[in-house]
Protein backbone atom coordinates (compact mmCIF):
# COMPACT_ATOMS: atom_id res chain seq x y z
CA UNK A 1 0.00 0.00 0.00
CA UNK A 2 1.26 3.12 -0.76
CA UNK A 3 1.47 5.93 2.15
CA UNK A 4 1.30 9.70 1.44
CA UNK A 5 4.50 11.52 2.50
CA UNK A 6 1.57 13.03 5.13
CA UNK A 7 1.19 10.08 7.12
CA UNK A 8 4.59 9.59 7.59
CA UNK A 9 5.13 12.59 9.26
CA UNK A 10 4.36 13.12 13.22
CA UNK A 11 1.07 13.66 15.13
CA UNK A 12 2.18 16.84 15.89
CA UNK A 13 3.33 18.29 12.07
CA UNK A 14 0.12 16.83 10.63
CA UNK A 15 -2.25 19.15 13.06
CA UNK A 16 0.07 21.85 12.22
CA UNK A 17 -1.95 24.96 10.71
CA UNK A 18 0.28 27.28 8.51
CA UNK A 19 1.11 30.02 9.96
CA UNK A 20 -0.24 33.49 7.99
CA UNK A 21 2.09 36.32 7.76
CA UNK A 22 1.25 39.94 6.91
CA UNK A 23 1.59 39.91 3.04
CA UNK A 24 4.73 41.18 1.84
CA UNK A 25 4.94 44.08 -0.03
CA UNK A 26 5.91 42.30 -3.71
CA UNK A 27 3.52 40.22 -3.40
CA UNK A 28 0.32 42.81 -3.31
CA UNK A 29 2.47 45.03 -5.80
CA UNK A 30 3.03 41.91 -8.17
CA UNK A 31 -1.09 40.69 -7.75
CA UNK A 32 -2.63 43.88 -8.10
CA UNK A 33 -0.17 45.66 -10.31
CA UNK A 34 0.46 48.12 -8.01
CA UNK A 35 3.35 50.43 -7.06
CA UNK A 36 3.87 52.43 -3.89
CA UNK A 37 1.89 50.17 -1.44
CA UNK A 38 2.51 50.41 2.22
CA UNK A 39 2.55 47.64 4.93
CA UNK A 40 0.79 47.91 8.12
CA UNK A 41 0.54 44.51 8.67
CA UNK A 42 3.04 42.78 10.43
CA UNK A 43 4.31 45.82 13.04
CA UNK A 44 7.43 46.24 11.74
CA UNK A 45 9.04 49.85 12.83
CA UNK A 46 8.22 52.34 10.29
CA UNK A 47 11.17 54.39 11.18
CA UNK A 48 13.39 51.19 10.51
CA UNK A 49 16.37 49.85 11.30
CA UNK A 50 18.75 51.95 14.28
CA UNK A 51 20.92 54.00 11.69
CA UNK A 52 23.68 52.33 13.71
CA UNK A 53 22.95 49.32 13.35
CA UNK A 54 22.89 49.96 9.81
CA UNK A 55 26.02 50.47 9.98
CA UNK A 56 27.10 48.24 12.28
CA UNK A 57 25.81 45.53 9.77
CA UNK A 58 27.56 47.12 6.91
CA UNK A 59 31.06 46.97 8.37
CA UNK A 60 30.73 43.64 9.04
CA UNK A 61 29.87 42.42 5.44
CA UNK A 62 33.49 41.77 4.49
CA UNK A 63 33.70 39.13 7.09
CA UNK A 64 30.74 37.13 5.68
CA UNK A 65 33.15 34.25 4.67
CA UNK A 66 33.40 33.39 8.68
CA UNK A 67 30.90 31.68 10.53
CA UNK A 68 29.38 33.99 13.11
CA UNK A 69 30.42 33.44 17.10
CA UNK A 70 28.01 31.24 18.24
CA UNK A 71 27.79 31.82 21.31
CA UNK A 72 27.23 35.86 20.63
CA UNK A 73 29.43 36.61 23.58
CA UNK A 74 29.69 40.33 22.58
CA UNK A 75 25.40 40.48 22.01
CA UNK A 76 25.20 38.93 25.01
CA UNK A 77 27.78 41.31 27.11
CA UNK A 78 25.98 43.95 25.97
CA UNK A 79 22.39 42.73 26.66
CA UNK A 80 23.47 41.29 30.44
CA UNK A 81 24.83 44.85 30.41
CA UNK A 82 21.68 46.86 29.44
CA UNK A 83 19.52 44.50 30.89
CA UNK A 84 21.40 43.72 35.01
CA UNK A 85 21.52 39.62 34.15
CA UNK A 86 24.64 37.58 34.07
CA UNK A 87 25.34 36.36 30.47
CA UNK A 88 24.71 32.73 31.54
CA UNK A 89 21.27 33.50 31.50
CA UNK A 90 20.62 34.70 28.05
CA UNK A 91 19.85 32.31 25.08
CA UNK A 92 20.00 34.11 21.21
CA UNK A 93 17.32 33.09 18.75
CA UNK A 94 16.73 33.68 14.97
CA UNK A 95 13.95 36.15 16.14
CA UNK A 96 12.54 35.86 19.22
CA UNK A 97 10.52 32.77 17.66
CA UNK A 98 13.28 30.42 18.00
CA UNK A 99 13.62 30.99 21.21
CA UNK A 100 9.62 30.24 21.64
CA UNK A 101 10.37 27.37 20.10
CA UNK A 102 13.28 26.01 22.41
CA UNK A 103 11.87 26.67 25.08
CA UNK A 104 8.64 24.52 24.11
CA UNK A 105 11.20 21.39 22.73
CA UNK A 106 12.79 21.57 25.84
CA UNK A 107 9.98 21.04 28.58
CA UNK A 108 6.60 19.72 26.45
CA UNK A 109 6.57 16.64 25.47
CA UNK A 110 3.73 14.83 23.73
CA UNK A 111 0.60 14.62 25.06
CA UNK A 112 1.79 17.22 27.90
CA UNK A 113 -0.22 20.23 27.94
CA UNK A 114 0.49 23.83 27.06
CA UNK A 115 -1.92 26.87 28.69
CA UNK A 116 -2.44 29.74 26.13
CA UNK A 117 -4.94 32.35 26.46
CA UNK A 118 -7.84 32.80 23.46
CA UNK A 119 -6.76 35.36 20.90
CA UNK A 120 -3.04 35.05 21.97
CA UNK A 121 0.13 35.27 19.62
CA UNK A 122 -0.58 32.16 17.30
CA UNK A 123 2.88 31.07 17.35
CA UNK A 124 2.58 29.17 20.87
CA UNK A 125 0.31 27.25 19.75
CA UNK A 126 2.42 26.32 16.86
CA UNK A 127 5.17 25.59 18.66
CA UNK A 128 3.30 23.32 21.00
CA UNK A 129 1.51 21.34 18.48
CA UNK A 130 4.20 20.84 16.78
CA UNK A 131 6.45 19.05 19.79
CA UNK A 132 2.91 16.94 20.04
CA UNK A 133 1.71 18.91 23.11
CA UNK A 134 -2.10 19.24 23.78
CA UNK A 135 -2.76 22.98 23.68
CA UNK A 136 -5.58 23.94 26.18
CA UNK A 137 -7.02 27.36 25.35
CA UNK A 138 -8.47 29.88 27.62
CA UNK A 139 -11.65 32.37 27.11
CA UNK A 140 -9.97 35.57 26.89
CA UNK A 141 -11.86 38.53 29.28
CA UNK A 142 -12.07 42.06 27.62
CA UNK A 143 -9.79 40.25 24.71
CA UNK A 144 -7.32 39.93 27.07
CA UNK A 145 -5.55 36.77 28.99
CA UNK A 146 -7.71 35.91 31.95
CA UNK A 147 -4.70 34.83 33.91
CA UNK A 148 -6.88 33.59 37.09
CA UNK A 149 -8.54 31.22 34.39
CA UNK A 150 -5.26 30.30 32.94
CA UNK A 151 -4.36 29.59 36.59
CA UNK A 152 -7.79 27.00 36.89
CA UNK A 153 -7.10 25.46 33.85
CA UNK A 154 -2.95 24.33 34.69
CA UNK A 155 -3.29 20.45 35.88
CA UNK A 156 -1.31 17.82 36.76
CA UNK A 157 -0.22 17.44 32.58
CA UNK A 158 0.63 21.24 31.96
CA UNK A 159 4.43 21.52 31.22
CA UNK A 160 4.17 25.44 29.50
CA UNK A 161 1.89 28.16 29.70
CA UNK A 162 2.25 31.16 27.52
CA UNK A 163 1.61 34.83 28.31
CA UNK A 164 2.08 38.16 25.95
CA UNK A 165 2.60 41.13 28.06
CA UNK A 166 1.33 42.87 25.50
CA UNK A 167 -0.53 40.24 23.74
CA UNK A 168 -0.26 40.41 19.50
CA UNK A 169 -2.71 41.09 17.98
CA UNK A 170 -4.99 42.44 20.77
CA UNK A 171 -2.34 45.17 22.34
CA UNK A 172 -3.52 43.99 25.74
CA UNK A 173 -1.58 43.78 29.31
CA UNK A 174 -1.47 42.72 32.42
CA UNK A 175 -0.67 45.21 35.61
CA UNK A 176 2.37 44.23 37.46
CA UNK A 177 0.38 42.82 40.70
CA UNK A 178 -2.13 40.97 39.01
CA UNK A 179 0.86 38.94 36.95
CA UNK A 180 2.66 38.89 39.90
CA UNK A 181 0.16 37.19 41.98
CA UNK A 182 -0.26 34.82 38.69
CA UNK A 183 3.17 34.00 38.59
CA UNK A 184 2.80 32.99 42.25
CA UNK A 185 0.13 31.12 42.00
CA UNK A 186 1.33 28.25 39.60
CA UNK A 187 2.53 25.02 40.60
CA UNK A 188 6.38 24.02 40.57
CA UNK A 189 6.08 21.59 38.00
CA UNK A 190 5.14 24.95 35.13
CA UNK A 191 7.34 26.41 32.92
CA UNK A 192 6.17 30.17 32.13
CA UNK A 193 7.12 32.05 28.76
CA UNK A 194 6.54 35.61 29.49
CA UNK A 195 6.60 37.04 26.28
CA UNK A 196 7.85 40.90 25.87
CA UNK A 197 7.97 41.40 22.57
CA UNK A 198 6.78 44.66 22.10
CA UNK A 199 7.96 46.09 26.26
CA UNK A 200 10.05 48.77 25.00
CA UNK A 201 6.81 50.48 23.58
CA UNK A 202 4.77 50.37 26.98
CA UNK A 203 4.93 53.42 28.88
CA UNK A 204 2.43 52.89 31.15
CA UNK A 205 3.48 53.44 35.25
CA UNK A 206 1.40 50.09 36.50
CA UNK A 207 3.44 47.66 33.32
CA UNK A 208 6.12 45.55 34.72
CA UNK A 209 9.50 44.24 33.81
CA UNK A 210 9.25 40.56 33.91
CA UNK A 211 13.39 40.33 34.24
CA UNK A 212 12.71 41.65 37.48
CA UNK A 213 10.66 38.50 38.75
CA UNK A 214 13.77 35.99 37.36
CA UNK A 215 15.15 35.59 40.59
CA UNK A 216 12.20 34.95 42.53
CA UNK A 217 10.93 32.13 39.89
CA UNK A 218 13.06 29.77 38.43
CA UNK A 219 10.99 28.69 35.73
CA UNK A 220 10.44 31.54 33.88
CA UNK A 221 11.35 32.80 30.83
CA UNK A 222 10.93 36.40 29.39
CA UNK A 223 11.73 36.03 25.49
CA UNK A 224 12.00 39.66 23.81
CA UNK A 225 12.86 40.30 20.27
CA UNK A 226 14.94 42.88 17.84
CA UNK A 227 12.19 42.98 14.81
CA UNK A 228 10.12 45.19 16.83
CA UNK A 229 11.25 48.69 18.12
CA UNK A 230 14.97 48.20 17.24
CA UNK A 231 13.71 47.69 13.74
CA UNK A 232 15.99 44.87 12.49
CA UNK A 233 13.13 42.19 11.85
CA UNK A 234 14.77 41.46 8.41
CA UNK A 235 17.73 40.01 10.33
CA UNK A 236 15.98 38.01 12.77
CA UNK A 237 17.71 38.52 16.00
CA UNK A 238 15.40 37.73 19.90
CA UNK A 239 16.73 36.32 22.78
CA UNK A 240 15.05 34.80 26.11
CA UNK A 241 16.43 35.57 29.67
CA UNK A 242 15.71 32.90 32.51
CA UNK A 243 17.66 31.15 35.33
CA UNK A 244 21.03 30.25 34.11
CA UNK A 245 19.59 26.52 34.66
CA UNK A 246 17.01 26.73 32.27
CA UNK A 247 19.26 29.34 29.43
CA UNK A 248 22.17 26.62 29.79
CA UNK A 249 19.00 23.76 28.82
CA UNK A 250 18.12 26.30 25.81
CA UNK A 251 21.34 26.51 24.95
CA UNK A 252 22.44 23.05 24.56
CA UNK A 253 19.33 22.04 22.16
CA UNK A 254 20.07 25.01 20.06
CA UNK A 255 21.71 24.26 17.02
CA UNK A 256 25.18 26.72 16.73
CA UNK A 257 24.52 29.33 14.11
CA UNK A 258 21.28 30.40 14.00
CA UNK A 259 22.19 34.01 14.84
CA UNK A 260 23.75 35.35 11.77
CA UNK A 261 27.22 38.12 12.16
CA UNK A 262 24.83 40.66 10.65
CA UNK A 263 22.34 39.85 13.50
CA UNK A 264 24.77 39.93 16.19
CA UNK A 265 26.97 43.16 15.41
CA UNK A 266 23.68 45.50 14.58
CA UNK A 267 21.78 44.39 17.46
CA UNK A 268 24.54 45.03 19.43
CA UNK A 269 24.47 48.90 17.96
CA UNK A 270 20.73 48.78 18.19
CA UNK A 271 20.55 48.34 21.88
CA UNK A 272 23.11 51.07 22.27
CA UNK A 273 21.05 53.42 19.94
CA UNK A 274 18.98 55.17 22.76
CA UNK A 275 17.94 58.01 20.36
CA UNK A 276 16.36 55.87 17.99
CA UNK A 277 14.31 54.14 20.64
CA UNK A 278 13.21 57.27 22.19
CA UNK A 279 11.94 58.44 18.75
CA UNK A 280 10.11 55.35 17.83
CA UNK A 281 8.51 55.06 20.86
CA UNK A 282 7.47 58.92 21.04
CA UNK A 283 6.30 58.67 17.14
CA UNK A 284 3.92 54.90 18.20
CA UNK A 285 2.60 56.66 21.15
CA UNK A 286 1.36 59.60 18.77
CA UNK A 287 0.16 57.25 16.28
CA UNK A 288 -1.93 55.08 18.90
CA UNK A 289 -3.72 58.25 19.84
CA UNK A 290 -4.50 59.49 16.21
CA UNK A 291 -5.20 55.90 15.07
CA UNK A 292 -7.71 55.32 18.36
CA UNK A 293 -9.20 59.05 17.64
CA UNK A 294 -9.84 58.22 13.91
CA UNK A 295 -11.09 55.14 14.66
CA UNK A 296 -13.86 56.82 17.32
CA UNK A 297 -14.58 59.91 14.48
CA UNK A 298 -15.57 56.50 12.03
CA UNK A 299 -17.99 54.87 15.02
CA UNK A 300 -15.40 52.21 15.18
CA UNK A 301 -14.45 50.51 18.10
CA UNK A 302 -10.75 49.22 19.07
CA UNK A 303 -9.24 47.20 21.53
CA UNK A 304 -7.03 50.10 23.10
CA UNK A 305 -3.15 48.49 22.77
CA UNK A 306 -0.16 49.31 24.60
CA UNK A 307 1.48 47.85 21.29
CA UNK A 308 2.52 49.33 17.55
CA UNK A 309 -0.97 48.26 16.50
CA UNK A 310 -4.33 48.46 17.52
CA UNK A 311 -7.15 45.80 16.80
CA UNK A 312 -10.18 47.60 14.87
CA UNK A 313 -13.54 46.41 14.95
CA UNK A 314 -14.73 47.37 11.24
CA UNK A 315 -18.51 46.28 12.79
CA UNK A 316 -19.00 43.14 10.05
CA UNK A 317 -16.96 40.23 8.71
CA UNK A 318 -13.56 42.01 8.00
CA UNK A 319 -12.84 39.93 4.85
CA UNK A 320 -13.77 42.18 2.23
CA UNK A 321 -12.16 45.56 3.86
CA UNK A 322 -9.09 43.80 4.41
CA UNK A 323 -9.60 43.54 0.18
CA UNK A 324 -10.88 46.80 -0.39
CA UNK A 325 -7.62 48.45 1.16
CA UNK A 326 -5.43 45.83 -0.27
CA UNK A 327 -6.75 47.32 -3.72
CA UNK A 328 -5.69 50.97 -2.57
CA UNK A 329 -2.37 49.59 -1.91
CA UNK A 330 -2.26 49.31 1.70
CA UNK A 331 -2.00 45.82 3.19
CA UNK A 332 -3.25 45.87 7.37
CA UNK A 333 -3.64 41.81 8.83
CA UNK A 334 -7.36 40.33 8.98
CA UNK A 335 -7.45 38.49 12.58
CA UNK A 336 -10.12 35.78 11.17
CA UNK A 337 -7.51 33.23 12.32
CA UNK A 338 -7.31 34.48 15.73
CA UNK A 339 -10.88 33.73 16.16
CA UNK A 340 -11.46 37.59 15.75
CA UNK A 341 -13.40 37.96 11.94
CA UNK A 342 -14.92 41.22 12.28
CA UNK A 343 -11.80 42.96 13.56
CA UNK A 344 -8.68 44.05 11.04
CA UNK A 345 -5.00 44.47 13.28
CA UNK A 346 -3.38 47.57 11.96
CA UNK A 347 0.37 48.21 12.49
CA UNK A 348 1.43 52.07 13.19
CA UNK A 349 2.91 53.50 10.46
CA UNK A 350 4.59 57.08 9.64
CA UNK A 351 2.59 60.30 10.03
CA UNK A 352 2.39 59.80 5.87
CA UNK A 353 1.12 55.93 6.14
CA UNK A 354 -1.12 56.88 8.28
CA UNK A 355 -3.11 59.76 6.33
CA UNK A 356 -3.33 57.58 3.75
CA UNK A 357 -4.63 54.35 5.63
CA UNK A 358 -7.17 56.90 7.21
CA UNK A 359 -8.02 58.48 4.10
CA UNK A 360 -9.00 54.94 2.22
CA UNK A 361 -10.75 53.69 5.14
CA UNK A 362 -13.95 55.13 5.03
CA UNK A 363 -13.80 54.30 1.07
CA UNK A 364 -12.74 50.34 1.91
CA UNK A 365 -15.49 50.13 5.09
CA UNK A 366 -18.30 51.42 2.31
CA UNK A 367 -17.59 48.63 0.21
C1 LIG B 1 3.97 38.60 20.72
C2 LIG B 1 5.05 38.24 19.74
N1 LIG B 1 6.03 37.43 20.14
C3 LIG B 1 7.01 37.06 19.33
C4 LIG B 1 7.07 37.51 18.03
C5 LIG B 1 8.15 36.97 17.16
O1 LIG B 1 8.95 37.92 16.66
P1 LIG B 1 10.44 37.62 16.17
O2 LIG B 1 10.57 36.16 15.90
O3 LIG B 1 10.57 38.45 14.97
O4 LIG B 1 11.31 38.04 17.30
C6 LIG B 1 6.08 38.37 17.55
C7 LIG B 1 6.10 38.83 16.15
O5 LIG B 1 5.21 39.42 15.64
C8 LIG B 1 5.05 38.75 18.43
O6 LIG B 1 4.06 39.55 18.03
Redesign the pocket.
Known amino acids: MRHSVRDLATAGVRALQPYQPGKPLSELEREYGIRDAIKLA??ENPLGPSPLGIEAARRALADLALYPDSHGFELKNALSAALGVRADQLVL????????QLVTRAFLSPGDEAVVAQHA?A?FTTEAVSAGGTVVSVPARDWGADLPAMRDAVGERTRLVFV?N????TGTWHRAAHLHAFLGSLPAHVVVVL?E??CEYVSEPDYPDGLAWLAEFPNLLV??????IYGL?GL???YGVASADMADLLNRLREPFTVNSLALVAGEAALADHEHVRRSRDFNLQGLAALGAACQQLGLDYIPSV?NFIAVDVGRLAGPVYEALLRRGIIVRPLAPYGMPRHLRITIGTPAQMERLLSALPQALAG
Open positions: SNGNGSNEVLFIAPNNPDAYSRTFSKARLGG
